[in-house]
């Protein structure tokens, strides 16, 4: 018995999608691949605000390490007194508030920033929001607790991951809010002018 042969139409695509289709007969599994989502897929400049401050000291930067389970620094530690409010740095939804390995944590994941989406988390923080709450860009989440930062004052540990990868979190941050304010001429009171 002769096989049929069966045509679609397919409607057009989108430039750099690519599209296969594989015919019965031909013997292949046309199930599609089971995968995790994109988690290198590129980080949107969605930030607003820094966590804590207008500008705060980096005290470390991001490490990424070689291996999944390397050494590393996987995140920014921010300089911040105890007490200093910590903000979401974009809108989102509070995936998690409470204590990981004693130390409080808050984690909140990113609205309209790509699959799987990309979660930030702060700690050590006292956390002012529940899980699940629904927070705009500079809202507050929390207080930097008196103790356990890594640093040897008291810091804010900012992460990002998208899924399981961790990614540097001043990625986040627009150009804008990453550039030191301009420096301002201010008038100098009781001080003689210079001899000519």
């Known amino acids: ?33 089971a995968g995790p989502a994109a988690p290198d897929a590129p980080v949107p400049a969605i930030g607003r605000v820094w966590p804590v401050g207008v500008r705060p000291t980096v005290l470390r930067g991001w490490e990424p390490p070689a291996s999944r389970y390397g050494r590393g620094h996987r995140g920014v530690d921010l300089a911040a007194p105890a007490g200093t409010p910590v903000r979401a740095v974009a809108a989102g939804r509070v995936s998690f508030a409470g204590r990981v390995a004693g130390n ?13 989406p990309l979660r930030t988390t702060y700690q050590p923080v006292r956390p002012s929001v529940a899980k699940g709450a629904v927070v705009e860009a500079g809202a507050v989440v929390g207080t930097v ?27 986040l941050l627009p150009p804008e809010l990453l550039r030191r304010p301009p420096s301002r001429l201010l008038p100098v009171l009781g001080v003689p002018p210079p001899e000519a």
């Open 1 to 33: 018995m002769r096989a049929m042969r069966c045509t679609r139409v397919i409607p057009a695509l989108p430039l750099g999608v690519a599209l296969a289709v594989l015919s019965p007969a031909a013997g292949a599994d046309t199930a599609p691949a």
């Open 104 to 116: 409080g944590t808050v984690s909140v994941e990113l609205r309209d920033s790509g699959v799987p």
């Open 145 to 171: 607790e008196p103790a356990g930062s890594h640093c040897a004052a008291t810091c804010v540990h900012w992460g990002l991951l998208r899924g399981p990868t961790y990614l540097d979190p001043l990625s």
